[in-house]
């Protein structure tokens, strides 16, 4: 069989099982079976399969039927600049996340050798985005899941940041290292009774502990809190992101362990989803 009746057959297959964009995913599933980039794929529509990459073809389509998210059966993630490494053990990167990095960005023109702490680092995607595009900052990354920092070391050598990051696998609540002069953070924030409702592809394929707020969907964003009022230094920044209807109980633990809220900021679907403060 040629490339473009598998491509077509394929995005039948995911069509008849409702998954959007059924052609453009069973063309990116063809990238990762031949191992080659969409530019091939293009030129070599004709060109026939052999047996083991019809196989694995077939398998992917068979996966993303069953709702595995695309990032997943590639591996990758487009986030801000760059192109992350992920697995089903991180989050994937989210376009919303990207105010972070913004807001970073904005902040930090003028500022040189900084130290920036990322809480829930994940993927890496913050951190490492932050790192690439100041020269001379310093990251310093925690996570809960030993996988994700594994996968954040892979990240940042990639991104050839890996002499400006330290990763360590710790509780946010045990981590007692070092001074911030800014810390990030996206920590899980959905109540976690309504987590089987999601989207499936989340629901079913995302790592509940990256997901989980506990009962209220704030406890891991107080612990978050109360351990960055302990590492920041005074007059450090805080940029943290929240589900869409936390914003006023966030902003009132903030007050209460002593930060100063400068600004806070909508997502591209209009929901409130970041909150820049300041520690007095
Ligand atoms: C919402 S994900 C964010 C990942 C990444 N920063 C991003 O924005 O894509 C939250 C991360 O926090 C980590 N995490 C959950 N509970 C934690 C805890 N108690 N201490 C440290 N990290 C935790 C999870 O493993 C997960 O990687």
Redesign the pocket.
């Known amino acids: 069989m040629n490339i473009n009746l598998a491509i077509k057959i394929g995005a039948k297959f995911l069509r008849n099982k409702f998954i959007l964009n059924s052609y453009l995913d069973s063309e990116i599933l063809m990238t990762r079976a031949v191992n080659k980039d969409k530019k091939y794929i293009l030129l070599n529509l004709d060109k026939n399969l052999n047996k083991m990459e019809l196989a694995k073809f077939n398998k992917l389509i068979l996966k993303r039927c069953q709702g595995n998210p695309i990032a997943y059966l590639t591996n990758k993630k487009f986030f801000w600049n760059s192109e992350f490494f992920v697995t089903s053990d991180?989050?994937i990167?989210?376009p919303d996340?990207e105010l972070i990095v913004e807001n970073v960005l904005n902040l930090t023109k003028h500022k040189n050798k900084i130290n920036v702490l990322?809480?829930?680092?994940?993927?890496g995607?913050?951190l490492l985005s932050i790192l690439k595009e100041r020269t001379n900052f310093y990251g310093t990354g925690?996570?809960?899941?030993k996988k994700?920092i594994n996968i954040s070391k892979i990240n940042a050598i990639n991104l050839n940041v890996s002499s400006r990051v330290k990763l360590y696998k710790?509780?946010?609540?045990k981590f007692n290292l070092g001074k911030y002069d800014l810390v990030v953070s996206?920590?899980?924030y959905i109540k976690k009774y309504v987590i089987k409702y999601l989207e499936r592809n989340v629901a079913k394929f995302e790592?509940k502990?990256?997901?989980d707020g506990g009962l209220d969907g704030l406890s891991?964003i107080r612990?978050t809190i109360k351990k960055t009022s302990e590492l920041i230094k005074k007059k450090g920044i805080f940029i943290l992101?929240i589900g869409f209807n936390q914003k006023n109980n966030v902003i009132k633990i903030l007050k209460n362990e002593g930060f100063y809220i400068n600004s806070t900021q909508k997502d591209l679907g209009n929901n409130d989803r970041c909150i820049v403060s300041t520690k007095i």
């Open positions: 991180t989050l990167p989210r996340t990322d809480i829930g680092i994940g993927s995607c913050i925690i996570d809960i899941s994700c710790s509780d946010v609540d996206n920590p899980p790592p502990i990256a997901l891991e612990r992101e």
